[in-house]
């Protein structure tokens, strides 16, 4: 059986008489996706490093860094999840004092939540370390190949996001 590279590099038309992707396209897919999943941070970040933040922090940082206060709602519904699930990671983030609570900067009743001083600085070490992994995994990579691999995570992430109707802030 050709892999999806070897149908692509072949110039391999990936779909059948009838228009539908080829079964065993979408059978590499799914592989490859369940295995970045697994691997996204492994070798990526130091583990020498300062404490490391655990995911939920990062995307909650990440979400409030680049759009300013948000509400425990306002996360939720930015994320798709249960509030409850919500709550106990920025209950777990403000008390390892990465998020802090303030008024609602246009006047409303909720209480919002925005990363504090130490939470933008371990933030950005993180991300920063992230970024340090990812060059030393793509080092034998052309900055072309590169490029095209982030266009097309960028692409797949907008994909999931236009059908789900929640965009990330870029």
């Known amino acids: 059986?050709?892999?999806?590279?070897?149908?692509?590099?072949?110039?391999?038309d990936l779909t059948c008489d009838n228009g539908a992707m080829q079964d065993?396209?979408?059978?590499?897919?799914?592989?490859?996706?369940?295995?970045?999943?697994?691997?996204?941070l492994q070798g990526v970040a130091p583990k020498d490093r300062d404490v490391p933040l655990d995911r939920s922090a990062v995307i909650l940082l990440s979400r409030l860094h680049a759009q300013g206060p948000m509400a425990v709602a306002e996360l939720a519904e930015a994320f798709d999840m249960d509030v409850s699930t919500i709550h106990r990671q920025t209950?777990?983030?403000?008390?390892?004092?990465?998020?802090?609570?303030?008024?609602?900067?246009?006047?409303?009743?909720?209480?919002k939540?925005?990363?504090?001083?130490?939470?933008?600085?371990?933030?950005t070490a993180e991300l920063e370390a992230r970024k340090q992994g990812f060059?030393?995994?793509?080092?034998?990579?052309?900055?072309?190949?590169?490029?095209?691999?982030?266009?097309?995570?960028?692409?797949?992430?907008?994909?999931?996001?236009?059908?789900?109707?929640k965009n990330w802030p870029r």
Do not use: C
């Open 1 to 12: 059986m050709l892999s999806v590279s070897d149908t692509m590099s072949l110039g391999e």
């Open 24 to 40: 065993d396209v979408f059978e590499d897919l799914v592989r490859e996706q369940m295995l970045l999943t697994r691997f996204a």
């Open 91 to 111: 209950t777990a983030a403000m008390k390892a004092e990465l998020l802090e609570r303030i008024p609602d900067p246009d006047g409303g009743i909720a209480r």
């Open 113 to 123: 939540l925005r990363p504090t001083e130490e939470g933008v600085r371990r933030l």
């Open 135 to 165: 060059a030393r995994i793509l080092e034998d990579w052309s900055e072309g190949e590169v490029l095209q691999f982030v266009d097309y995570l960028r692409r797949y992430n907008e994909a999931i996001e236009s059908r789900r109707g």
